[in-house]
C-alpha cells in the first residue's frame, strides 16, 4: 500500500525531473521523485546530469529571437531570395 | 574544389539564434543584435558569388556579421564625434598608486567571465544545431524564452505530455552532445 502510493517507475522519474527543472513539476510529484532517487542509481544518475545541464544553461545566458521575431526575419529573407531568383 | 555549399533556405533554422547570441554578447542590445542579423543574411544573399566554399557556411556568416558589428560601432563613434579617453583613477587622491593599478580589476575579471559564458554559449548552439528542427524549437521556447507549457503548446499545436517527451529527448541529447565537447 505504502510502495504503491510511493512508487513511480523510471521513466516517469525523468519526466519528472525534466519539469522540475522548469519549476512544473508539482510538490506530490517531487515527493514521489525523491522517494525513487533515495533506491534508485539509474534516476540519481538522471537527475544529476539533468541538473549540470540546466545549471550550463543558466550561466551561458543564453539569448534567442522570439518565435515572432524570427518568423519575420525568415519571410524578409524568402522575399529576398525570390526577387534575387 | 568547393567543400561546402550554401543554403539560404536553411539559414534562419540552422543560424538566426546562433548568430543572435553571438551579437547580443557583443552589442548589448536586442533590437540593435536583430536588425544585424538580419543584415547579415541579407549581405550574405548578395555576396553568394563570392563564396569559395573553403569555410564553412556558419564561418562565412559570422564573418560577415563580424564585419556588421564593427561598422555598428564605427556609426556609434562617428556619431559621438570624438575620441573618447578613460582614466584608470577612480578618484582624485588615488591618482599615482600606480602598484595597485597593476592589480587586476573587477571589470577585467568580468570580461573573462563573460568570455567564458559565450564560449559556453557557443557550445550549447553547436550541440542544439544537431537536434531536429522541432525539438530545437521546443527546447529554445521552453528553456531560454522561458515560455509556459500552454504557450507553446497552442503556438505549435501540441500536447503537453508530447511537449514533455520533446524536451526529454532535447535534453538527453544536449547532455550528451556537451559531455564530449564542454564537460570533458
Redesign the interface.
Known sequence: MFKNLFYISKEEAYLICDKSQYCDATLWEKIKLNFRYIWCRATRNYVKRNRKLTKAIKTSKLECLEYAERKLIEERLNDQLKNQM | MQDHQLN??K??DLY??YL??YT??RVND?EI??DL??DT??AG?KSMKNYKGEASERTWLISILKRKIIDHYRKINSKKGKAEVRMTYISDDQEGDWLEERVEDESYLNAQENLE??E??NA??ECISKLSDKQA?VF??????GYE?ETICN?LDITASNL?VI??RA?LQ??EC?EKN??K
Open positions: 539560404p533556405k539559414w534562419i538566426s539564434d543572435f547570441n547580443i554578447t536586442r543584435s536583430k542579423v538580419q543574411f541579407f544573399l559564458n559565450s559556453l554559449g550549447i548552439y524549437t529554445k521556447m521552453k528553456t531560454i524564452l507549457t503556438e514533455w524536451i526529454h535534453r544536449l547532455a556537451l564542454w564537460f
